[in-house]
């Protein structure tokens, strides 16, 4: 498997809780934020999106929280799952940057059975 | 429908030695990115493109270079190999308009330099 990760920080949940995982961003000019989940052997995968002017976006059993006064991003997923392992990496985009993304260094998800 | 394909999957390389990663979309899109991932770190953009003919330096150029003679396809080459170049590389594309949907990754490139 993927040698990613090694020392990421972990948080470790029991199935069937509600898991939330935590990223502060850099940039203040920042104004669009993904978060993407990477399982072992894969490419990232878009989970939910955000823009700076909303505080609140929801999707099927994940959401999004955006404070923009400490620059600090989180992502809910409601009922953890077991096929819920995998690292979750935030990403920033700053207007003026393009389509350019900044990522964070992720969190590994572990859910027990 | 196979959004962005990645060859080879593995590599083993000697110091030294050159290769090239190539990336593949068949999404249309103008923009597309080779990313090195790290053990506990988050992805670092290498180089990017916005257009065919066109590249540009990323947060780590250094020791690759890109090309991207068809819209479709990202080049990435490593002329001399080195041991701190072992990484998984991720190419990625997306649409051009700012703040659009995110990126569509391939499944990454395992390298290694001994």
């Known amino acids: 498997g993927e040698s990613v990760g090694l020392h990421l920080p972990t948080l470790s949940v029991q199935e069937g809780d509600n898991s939330i995982i935590n990223c502060a961003y850099s940039?203040?000019?920042?104004?669009?934020f993904i978060w993407y989940k990477q399982e072992s052997g894969k490419g990232p995968q878009f989970i939910i999106d955000?823009?700076?002017?909303?505080d609140k976006r929801q999707g099927q059993r994940v959401t999004v929280l955006l404070n923009k006064t400490v620059k600090h991003l989180s992502l809910q997923i409601a009922a953890t799952q077991p096929g819920d392992s995998a690292v979750y990496f935030c990403?920033?985009?700053?207007?003026?940057?393009?389509?350019?993304?900044?990522f964070g260094g992720g969190t590994r998800l572990m859910v027990k059975p | 429908n196979a959004g962005v394909t990645q060859t080879p999957k593995f590599r083993v390389l000697k110091t030294g030695q050159s290769m090239t990663l190539l990336c593949a979309q068949d999404?249309?899109?103008?923009?597309m990115y080779w990313y090195r991932q790290d053990p506990g770190m988050g992805l670092r953009l290498i180089h990017y493109?916005?257009?065919?003919?066109?590249?540009a330096k990323g947060e780590v150029p250094d020791g690759y270079n890109v090309s991207r003679l068809k819209k479709q396809n990202f080049l990435l080459g490593l002329e001399s190999a080195a041991p701190s170049q072992t990484s998984v590389y991720f190419c990625?594309?997306?649409?051009?308009?700012?703040?659009?949907?995110?990126?569509?990754f391939g499944s990454g490139t395992r390298l290694t330099v001994v």
């Open positions: 999404m249309n899109h103008e923009y």
């Open positions: 493109s916005v257009g065919e003919g066109t590249t």
């Open positions: 990625a594309s997306s649409y051009l308009s700012f703040g659009g949907y995110g990126y569509t």
């Open positions: 990403a920033e985009n700053m207007r003026g940057a393009g389509n350019m993304l900044t």
């Open positions: 940039n203040s000019a920042s104004d669009y």
């Open positions: 955000i823009r700076s002017n909303m």
